[in-house]
Nanobody, 121 residues
Framework: QLQAFGGGLVQAGGSLRLSCAAS????????MGWYRQAPGRERELVAG???????NYAESVKGRFIISRGNAKNTVYLQMNSLKPEDTAFYYC?????????????????WGQGTLVTVSS
């Protein structure tokens, strides 16, 4: 399972760091990422990171957000700087996980619970 931490209320221009840890039966974790969903809007990719460390970002957060993985590779972080009110949303972590050796070529999508980020103007 995935468990996310770190949401909260922050003023515009401030920073927050989200964390997400995978636990349970894990053979290997492949891509990890953060998505967000604001009220009335569809869920969108914020940032992703591969097992080898390649990163991609939504245009709206480039230069402000940084995604990283922990040394054990089972955690993913999202450092959010220069936050704007339009960044307000529920943030969800995602990971492609192979629970055992037999499923190493067919990882499944796992989602963490949402953590609310509210940016006040």
């Amino acid at each position: 399972q995935l468990q996310a931490f770190g949401g909260g209320l922050v003023q515009a221009g401030g920073s927050l760091r989200l964390s997400c840890a995978a636990s349970g039966s894990i053979f290997s974790i492949y891509d990890m990422g953060w998505y967000r969903q604001a009220p009335g809007r569809e869920r969108e990719l914020v940032a992703g990171i591969t097992k080898s460390g390649s990163r991609n970002y939504a245009e709206s957060v480039k230069g402000r957000f940084i995604i990283s993985r922990g040394n054990a590779k089972n955690t993913v972080y999202l450092q959010m700087n220069s936050l704007k009110p339009e960044d307000t949303a529920f943030y969800y972590c995602n990971a492609q996980i192979a629970p055992d050796f037999e499923s190493r070529y067919r990882p499944s999508d796992f989602w963490g619970q949402g953590t609310l980020v509210t940016v006040s103007s």
